[in-house]
């Protein structure tokens, strides 16, 4: 009630022009977000907004100042319910005349669920093939990096193979000519000439004259 006759007091010696363009965004089925705007060169250092269910008389009174903002989150409402809401430009000499009635109705919450709009849904499906596309290139990276290593160390141990076989020839060449002869030059164990049996020569006769 405070608030209430704070604004009818304030109201009498303003000279602020009431708020326009009020509209409602973001319904849930608890929840809504009113924006507005200010008509150009008034004062304005606050806002109050009443919110009030369509055929009863509670109202709901939310007041701000010290802001320029141009918006106010409404919470705690109900599903599938009616609401009227008020806006009020606040001065340092007072307040505005209420703003046009803005009405709307709150959705039911498996209707909030149901209804995410298509940039949303496009926006989701197009962070989900980023991070694939992420995903994927690291992968890529990753393999061909393995391949430049394989690749690398193949090169590696052939020219290692490479450079050792000159090296093996001449170890060959030499220990075959180590182990050649006259006699055998293409190597062998040098045979020793032995002398012939002669066992099987005939006996030599001498004769001597008397």
Known sequence: MFFFSQRIRMQGCNSLSPPVNVTIKAVKANS???TWDIPEGDPVIG???TQQKKDVRMLRFI???NTTTRSCALWDLEEETDYIVHVQSI?????SPLSEPL???TPKEAETQASKSKDEVMMEEVGQSTQLRAGELIIIVVVLIMWAGVIALFCRQYDIIKDNEPNNNKDKAKNSSECSTPEHPTGGLL???IPKNNNNRMPSVNIIEV
């Open 32 to 34: 809504a977000v009113v």
């Open 47 to 49: 806002f109050a907004i």
């Open 63 to 65: 007041q701000e100042v």
């Open 91 to 95: 001065s340092m000499s007072g307040t």
């Open 103 to 105: 009405r709307f109705r």
């Open 191 to 193: 045979r020793s000439k």
